[in-house]
């Protein structure tokens, strides 16, 4: 379990020595670090911590120390020219070396928050259309039902279209609706159906069934919605949401007979323990059981699951794998398990330099995920977000559940926030 860093004691740098756990009190773009807080390992982070101006602001942590500071070595006054202009040389290539290893690091951070602020303007959109067509299917399906298969096509063009497809656990949102559900399924759907080969025209039937499967639940009042414990009669008439998202959707005649399916399939399993039909096996198709997978994922994530809590993002994942493997399909369960990774964007982590982090994307590595650094000294929008695949020194330790975090760390991570997904697509790497 993590446990809170003791008090940071000063020291000067010419007391750095292998083993300190430091703490480097400067702004994150003046040092070359990935992280302002470190165990010291090699004699070049004492050279570069050495060249930097850390006068007053360099400590270093006893309890996270296997060693004790050096001797503090005053400025030695230089008795020759040349051995003066050779230690001023050295130190200008170091100073340079420096400068550019920050150079690099900021260039690195800009391309990660570009593509993360592509994602969230690209949600902030879908969000908007979303809400509103979903809001307006009841009541206007067709103008309701063509909003929706053009936002559907537009996404599953770009991520049919485009190698690199990214995913991004977006900030913290405080608007309510039925945008979040269907938006967070609709990307997790499209990037495991695109990983099973979909072509653009599945996966965008992929991505219009995905939007529009919970539409029915307007149609079902709150306090059945909320209810922690339905009564028969109640619980079957939650589960008439199915039926009148089907119908929502075949009245807009923006849905194909494979996107229907799909909607009227969600509830249904592999072994044919759903509802409402009980159908199973190869009765269900393969967009039917994608879609299956996230809804459950996505639910149990959710701050507005009917019973208990929601669970940790890892947690959900190994619940499924365990428990219902029989009732999901196992090979795509697989997929997304693979796609999201060991720790599965919205997990808090340890890492190994003592540094904690909010997992924000999957990385290549299902063990070295993109990660926002907890850093209290700036506001959230602003701390800098590390790609532990190119970190090798660095790596996660532990997933934490949110119980075992200080008060002032678990607002600021805010690991229990409702998870939104999005997607972002560079095309000039494709």
């Known amino acids: ?29 003046e040092h070359p670090f990935v992280s302002s807080r470190f165990m010291v390992k090699t004699s070049k982070q004492i050279s570069i911590i050495q060249s930097l101006e850390t006068e007053g602001k360099l400590y270093y942590d006893s309890e996270q120390s296997t060693a004790q500071p050096g001797p503090l070595i005053s400025k030695p006054l230089l008795e020759h020219e040349a051995k003066a202009a050779e230690e001023r040389a050295a130190k200008e290539a170091l100073v340079t070396e420096v400068l550019a290893l920050e150079k690099a690091k900021v260039a ?8 993360a602020l592509r994602a969230d303007q690209a949600w902030a959109n879908a969000a908007r259309a979303t809400k509103t ?22 996404a599953a063009s770009l991520v049919s279209k485009n190698r690199e497809v990214l995913l991004h656990l977006l900030g913290d949102k405080k608007e309510q609706g039925p945008q979040f559900h269907g938006l967070n399924c609709m990307t997790l759907a499209m990037l495991i159906g695109k990983s099973a080969g979909m072509n653009e025209r599945a996966l965008a039937d992929l991505s219009l069934a995905a939007l ?32 009148f998202s089907t119908k929502f959707a075949e009245e807009s005649s923006a ?3 494979e996107a229907l399916a799909m909607i009227a399939d969600h509830h249904e399993a592999i072994d044919g323990s759903g509802w409402p039909r009980g159908k199973k096996g190869e009765s269900l198709s393969v967009g039917a059981r994608i879609l299956a997978i996230v809804d459950r994922y996505d639910t149990l994530c959710s701050p507005d699951i009917p019973k208990g809590v929601p669970m940790m993002p890892a947690e959900a994942l190994a ?59 700036v506001s959230k929008d602003d701390a800098p977000t590390v790609d532990l695949a190119g970190e090798p020194e660095i790596k996660i330790v532990e997933a934490i559940r949110p119980s075992a975090l200080p008060l002032d ?3 600021w991570l805010n690991p229990q926030q409702r998870l939104s997904y999005f997607f972002s697509v560079d095309e000039g790497k494709n």
């Open 409 to 411: 760390v678990l607002e």
């Open 133 to 154: 067509a979903l809001n307006e299917l009841p009541r206007s399906p067709k103008v309701a039902g063509k909003q929706l298969m053009d936002l559907s096509s537009e």
């Open 212 to 243: 529009a499967h919970d539409a029915g639940e307007s149609q079902i009042p709150q306090q059945i919605l909320k209810s922690t414990q339905r009564k028969k009669h109640e619980e079957d008439f939650f589960r008439q949401h199915v039926n």
């Open 319 to 377: 619940t499924m794998f365990r428990h219902e493997s029989t009732r999901l399909d196992s090979a795509l369960l697989s997929v997304m398990i693979k796609l999201l990774g060991v720790f599965p964007p919205g997990t808090a982590v340890q890492l190994s330099d003592g540094s904690l982090a909010l997992v924000i994307a999957p990385g290549a590595n299902s063990l070295k995920p993109m990660v926002l650094l907890y850093s209290p000294e």
């Open 108 to 115: 690195k951070q800009k391309a990660l928050r570009d593509a």
């Open 1 to 29: 379990m993590w446990k809170k860093l003791g008090a940071p004691v000063p020291i000067d740098a010419s007391q750095v020595v292998i083993g300190l756990y430091i703490w480097l009190d400067l702004k994150w773009d």
């Open 255 to 257: 849905f194909s007979p």
